[in-house]
């Protein structure tokens, strides 16, 4: 006969409060880190961000159904003090992608950006969503038009539909970072960079001078900023200023 075992499950309500489960980071890719200086949430944005369809079963995603909800209980928790956000991203889905923004954009909490490998395409509005952002050098980022996929009409309001979303992507960009809405469409449309397509690829150095991103740093650099921000903001002063 076989002896039956029991699983201790880390996170059980006994547990103690600085228990870290690895089931958010094995399911959506975050974790609240409590034994620091002060209570931030890890959120990775990585792979592909998944919209309205899904995306192949191998490839790396990140859904935007369990990213929004994060975003909400981060925000109502008030024991999570900010949030980190980790991005290497190829991009994805634009509305996707600009509705995970306008909403870390909008959050109360404190808020940082780490740009890790690459934030492409509409990697961009979500890097510069945060209140500072920061880049490792050797990230890149790629700039380019809106792409769409499957059936594409000829017509005029199609044109439109482009322009309209492109305009989208562009105000919120220019809104959110140093850069000026001349200069990222500059950049977007650039054909002398890529072979078989238009834009252009910034590494860190690029990132920062373009305005696009706040400051060179690595993990140390942009958790020391998020606790500043903290702190400045618990003592009621501006952490923008």
Request: charged share 20%; glycine share 10%; aromatic share 2%.
């Amino acid at each position: 006969m076989q002896e039956e075992t029991t699983e201790t499950n880390p996170c059980a309500e006994d547990a103690p409060k600085d228990c870290v489960c690895d089931d958010p980071i094995r399911e959506m890719g975050s974790v609240t880190s409590r034994k620091g200086k002060h209570v931030i949430h890890c959120l990775t944005v990585i792979g592909e961000i998944e919209g309205h369809i899904a995306s192949p079963a191998q490839n790396k995603t990140t859904k935007y159904e369990h990213v929004i909800p994060q975003l909400v209980a981060v925000e109502e928790d008030p024991e999570i003090e900010g949030l980190l956000m980790l991005l290497n991203t190829v991009g994805g889905d634009v509305e996707a992608g600009l509705a995970i923004a306008e909403l870390v954009a909008g959050m109360h909490k404190p808020t940082v950006s780490l740009v890790l490998g690459g934030g492409h395409s509409i990697g961009v509005p979500l890097a510069v969503a945060s209140q500072r952002s920061f880049i490792v050098p050797s990230a890149t980022m790629t700039v380019h038009p809106v792409r769409m996929n499957g059936l594409v009409l000829g017509v005029p309001q199609t044109l439109h539909y482009f322009e309209r979303m492109q305009e989208r992507i562009t105000r919120f960009v220019a809104r959110n970072s140093r850069i000026t809405p001349d200069r990222f469409t500059q950049l977007m449309l650039n054909t002398g960079e890529l072979v078989m397509d238009m834009g252009s690829v910034l590494n860190g150095e690029m990132a920062v001078a373009e305005g696009l991103i706040d400051e060179l740093g690595g993990l140390c650099d942009a958790i020391a900023c998020l606790y500043r921000i903290i702190e400045e903001s618990s003592a009621g002063e501006d952490p923008t200023a």
